[in-house]
Structures are given as structure tokens and as C-alpha cells.
């Protein structure tokens, strides 16, 4: 409990967690060959957002 972690657990962290995520995978890709295991794992970090919220995104509106 306590201030600290109520104060923290009211900010969504997805998006900053994920830009992390998506930086470290794109600078293994550069770095060395990994195959495909990189783009997959990218594209599933599209499955930390609900629906309504990626269909709220310009980009993949433009997708379908």
C-alpha cells in the first residue's frame, strides 16, 4: 500500500512500457540477426490495448 504505489497505479504505463519494449527490439534487430522473432514480438504488443482503443489510433484506421 501506501501514497507512493496508489499515486503510481493511477498512471497507465502501457504506453511508456511499450516504447521501451518496441526500442529494445528494434536495437536487437539492428544489432544482430534474430529472424522473424523480433516483428513478431513487436506485433504482439498490440495486445496490451483493447479494440476500442486501437481503433482510436490514425494509423490503423487507415489499415483497414
Do not use: K, Q
Not at 4 to 24: K, Q, S
Amino acid at each position: 500500500g501506501g501514497w507512493w504505489r496508489h499515486t503510481l497505479n493511477r498512471l497507465d504505463w502501457r504506453g511508456t512500457v511499450l516504447l521501451i519494449g518496441v526500442a529494445m527490439h528494434i536495437g536487437i534487430e539492428a544489432a544482430m540477426e534474430v529472424g522473424p522473432f523480433c516483428p513478431a514480438t513487436v506485433s504482439l504488443y498490440l495486445a496490451c490495448f483493447h479494440p476500442d482503443e486501437l481503433r482510436r489510433w490514425p494509423l490503423l484506421r487507415t489499415l483497414r
